[in-house]
T-cell receptor
Framework: GAGVSQSPSNKVTEKGKDVELRCDPI?????LYWYRQSLGQGLEFLIY????????KSGLPSDRFSAERTGGSVSTLTIQRTQQEDSAVYLC???????????FGDGTRLSIL | EDKVVQSPLSLVVHEGDTVTLNCSYE??????LLWYKQEKKAPTFLFML????IEKKSGRLSSILDNKELFSILNITATQTGDSAVYLC????????????FGTGTLLAVQP
């Protein structure tokens, strides 16, 4: 596609449920990133993929968070046993290669009741 | 601790005014600094600055980096209501990762 596509755009779920967020990067972009944006906060790095490998997972807040990327394309961020503090906008970005401008999707707004 | 600090936090101007947004940083192994504009959803890329003292321009927007004093400015001349947005500054963290460290942004409101 022309840009980074994320789904769903909004997700409301109950505390304790698992959620999966999807990111479809720009075609040909080898690098993919997940960030989280909470109200009043800057974007917080979660994880970086180069191809299907994740050289940097340092931003994942806890072991309830995991992510994978398959075929060097689509990525899924999974949050298990969601907590209220997980409520945020989750943004995905991709770049042609490392240290190039990252292009962002519209994000998934996650609300935990 | 690596950090990116933006100022002011928010700014209200009238159409036609010129604004200057500031970004200072302390990041290990600095590589580049980027500016983004965020309206409602996706941040959109504006500039990437790597070399000190070289101005980048796009229409009414321009930006420059000082990597000795560790700051950058984003200038917007002849502001329009469509410039209203949050402007984000981010720095590439050095090493093997390509992660960006973001400031909290400057909220710009341009009034008619």
């Amino acid at each position: 596609g022309a840009g980074v596509s994320q789904s769903p755009s909004n997700k409301v779920t109950e505390k304790g449920k698992d959620v999966e967020l999807r990111c479809d990067p720009i075609s040909g972009h080898t690098a993919l990133y997940w960030y989280r944006q909470s109200l009043g906060q800057g974007l917080e790095f979660l994880i970086y993929f180069q191809g299907n490998s994740a050289p940097d997972k340092s931003g994942l807040p806890s072991d309830r968070f995991s992510a994978e990327r398959t075929g060097g394309s689509v990525s899924t961020l999974t949050i298990q046993r969601t907590q209220q503090e997980d409520s945020a906008v989750y943004l995905c970005a991709s770049s042609y290669r490392g240290f190039q401008p990252q292009h962002f999707g519209d994000g998934t707004r996650l609300s935990i009741l | 601790e690596d950090k990116v600090v933006q100022s002011p936090l928010s700014l209200v101007v009238h159409e036609g005014d010129t604004v200057t947004l500031n970004c200072s940083y302390e990041v290990t192994n600095f590589r580049s600094l980027l500016w983004y504009k965020q309206e409602k959803k996706a941040p959109t890329f504006l500039f990437m600055l790597t070399s000190s003292g070289i101005e980048k321009k796009s229409g009414r927007l321009s930006s420059i980096l000082d990597n000795k004093e560790l700051f950058s400015i984003l200038n917007i001349t002849a502001t329009q209501t469509g410039d209203s947005a949050v402007y984000l500054c981010a720095v590439f963290y050095g090493g093997a990762t390509n992660k960006l460290i973001f400031g909290t942004g400057t909220l710009l409101a341009v009034q008619p």
